[in-house]
């Protein structure tokens, strides 16, 4: 088909706006679940812990109806404790002992009921059920069965999940064999969300200093030198062996650590050796392409001036990927409080003995996978959302015949735009990313859920099909970004710009490719710059806690994060260079530079194009 007719700036209607009802949709789905999770959730309970009557130690807490004992102001006592610590069994995830909330732990022996009363009158903890009076411990018949049995052990409060935790030999061994039981029974989803509130301020952390080196960087490259680049190399070939080192150095520690019983710390081995791996990997290979592609350094710095001549011209954008963050953050923070209180979903029913007992609801496990598909598609929304201003303001600016008095507020006519007109197509193309990260999911989870049964020839299938979706979802990205700036250019539905973008980035291929691929290059090991310190962070703050927490699971999520920070930082010099080569093919594709039909590119910019693309 011949390329249709290009009218930059000129024509706009409102396009793919079928899918931007789907999309409405899609979220009134989210807040649905959101209503849900918030009215049946409790994400305290995993943390914080809870007694046998419904009350979440720590704070004040609403009646059970049918728990005489619920309902009780809780803030001052933080610990649960174990009437029966030194007989503790395990009955269908429940722990057969009555379980109190108490303000402090015993940490001597108490051999009587004058001892128990003794403490609770010097410390202000109560370790007999509330109903009981203290005066009451030595005078009612019924004490030996409101107390904890005696003699009670010394105990310690426990740093993770606020238990006392006996320390006699004999008892700590009954405690912590029947502690390891339910915790290794525990739903893999609930450990990875304890781990992730036990290690939230390290997470936030991780984060901010994610947002850091992005931020250094986008500046850094703003201004960019021979011997920046130099620097950056040298800085990512460190941080890659760093961590490398680093992974395989503890990954040598925990799997030689006698004291590695629970799942948690069995399963932090196995991601610890499979992050080895995969970073040894990406460390061979890209030393290898920096050894191959040393050469062309001298054209990455023109390639970046020549960038950075235009988002000279809209300083504004710079401050794009600060908003983009704040967006997504605001939106990762709202997810993660609507899973942790989705996971914790349960009604409340009483027993006979006026205890409380949380039982899961049903379809919570659907939800919690359409909530996930809202993680992707939502953030990929946002990318895109950021993609199509960029694109905008480019093409804005680009296709101005005046190049001294450029147009006011491109950021924010581009803003306007997209909000007015182009929603639907950056869903569209969001929801085709989402739709090829669906199959890689669910393959993760086939393999993690046969791995025991598969055979070599079945890992090697599940590894080519993760290869596959995983070039195809690159080559959907790279497509998409264009598609976006044809959007901007032309005003067309997302379909229609795929197409002519495809059409006119064939004609130019090879021209285009020598041009962009070594800075993209570049711009990608910015990122690796990024996620190997973050990383790097990570592994020294989470090593530091190594009880009950499946913290290799949190620091995925920081190595997640970090990369999309970093990518939408640096995203900016991306998207402004692939627009800008677009809009230079266009340009030269619809113009000849006569009087009648003049090149819309400055002559620096042309001059500098046209001999780095030969």
Request: aromatic share 14%.
């Amino acid at each position: 088909s011949e390329l249709r007719e290009w009218r930059p700036v000129i024509y706009r209607k409102c396009t793919d706006t079928l899918w931007q009802l789907l999309f409405f949709l899609f979220w009134a789905g989210l807040m649905f679940i959101t209503g849900y999770a918030v009215m049946a959730g409790a994400a305290e309970r995993l943390v914080l812990g809870y007694d046998s009557f419904g009350n979440i130690c720590g704070r004040k807490n609403t009646p059970v109806k049918g728990a005489p004992l619920s309902g009780q102001d809780m803030s001052n006592k933080k610990y649960v404790f174990f009437l029966n610590s030194c007989s503790l069994e395990l009955q269908s995830l429940k722990l057969s002992s009555v379980s109190l909330c108490v303000s402090s732990c015993p940490q001597e022996q108490l051999n009587s009921l004058e001892d128990l009363q003794s403490f609770a009158r010097n410390n202000g903890s109560c370790l007999c059920v509330y109903n009981l009076n203290i005066s009451s411990y030595t005078l009612n018949p019924e004490a030996a069965e409101l107390c904890p049995t005696l003699p009670v052990p010394p105990s310690k409060s426990f740093p993770l999940f606020n238990r006392c935790v006996p320390q006699n030999p004999e008892c700590y061994s009954k405690y912590a064999s029947v502690l390891i039981s339910m915790v290794n029974e525990m739903d893999v989803f609930h450990r990875i969300l304890s781990g992730i509130l036990a290690g939230r301020d390290t997470v936030i952390g991780l984060s901010v200093l994610a947002l850091a080196f992005s931020f250094i960087l986008v500046l850094a490259f703003r201004f960019i030198r021979t011997l920046l680049v130099h620097t950056l190399i040298a800085l990512v070939v460190f941080g890659l062996l760093l961590v490398s080192g680093v992974l395989w150095w503890l990954y040598y520690d925990y799997r030689n650590d006698p004291s590695t019983e629970l799942e948690t710390q069995k399963e932090n081995v196995k991601f610890l050796l499979g992050y080895a791996i995969f970073s040894t990997i990406v460390t061979v290979v890209l030393l290898s392409l920096m050894l191959v592609l040393r050469k062309r350094l001298q054209f990455t710095v023109q390639l970046f001036r020549i960038v950075g001549k235009i988002i000279g011209r809209i300083p504004f954008l710079l401050f794009q990927p600060l908003w983009t963050f704040l967006i997504l953050i605001a939106f990762w923070v709202f997810w993660v409080a609507v899973l942790l209180s989705l996971g914790t979903a349960g009604t409340a029913q009483t027993t006979s003995g006026g205890q409380v007992e949380y039982r899961a609801l049903s379809g919570i496990c659907y939800m919690a996978w359409y909530h996930f598909v809202g993680l992707i598609w939502t953030s990929e929304f946002i990318l895109a959302c950021q993609q199509m201003t960029i694109a905008g303001a480019v093409v804005t600016c680009y296709f101005n015949r005046n190049k001294n008095s450029p147009p006011p507020h491109p950021v924010l006519s581009s803003i306007s735009v997209l909000f007015c007109y182009h929603l639907g197509t950056a869903v569209k193309g969001s929801f085709l990313i989402t739709i090829l990260r669906i199959p890689r999911i669910v393959l993760l989870y086939l393999y993690n859920t046969l791995k025991q049964k598969e055979s070599a020839c079945a890992k090697c299938l599940f590894k080519c099909c993760f290869c596959w979706f995983w070039c195809q979802e690159s080559c959907l990205r790279y497509f998409n970004q264009h598609a976006y700036t044809t959007t901007a250019i032309n005003g067309t539905n997302f379909c229609t710009s795929a197409k002519d973008a495809v059409f006119i980035l064939a004609k130019n291929s090879a021209k285009l490719a020598s041009i962009s691929c070594f800075g993209d290059f570049i711009l990608f090991l910015g990122k690796v710059f990024v996620v190997c310190f973050t990383v790097f962070g990570g592994l020294m703050a989470f090593n530091y806690h190594r009880e009950l927490q499946a913290w290799v699971v949190p620091l995925l999520l920081v190595g997640f994060f970090a990369y999309l920070m970093s990518h939408s930082f640096l995203s900016v010099f991306e998207v402004t260079a692939d627009a800008m080569f677009l809009c230079f093919a266009i340009d030269m594709e619809t113009n000849d530079g006569s009087a009648e039909k003049p090149y819309f590119v400055d002559q620096e910019l042309l001059v500098n194009l046209s001999d780095n693309s030969k």
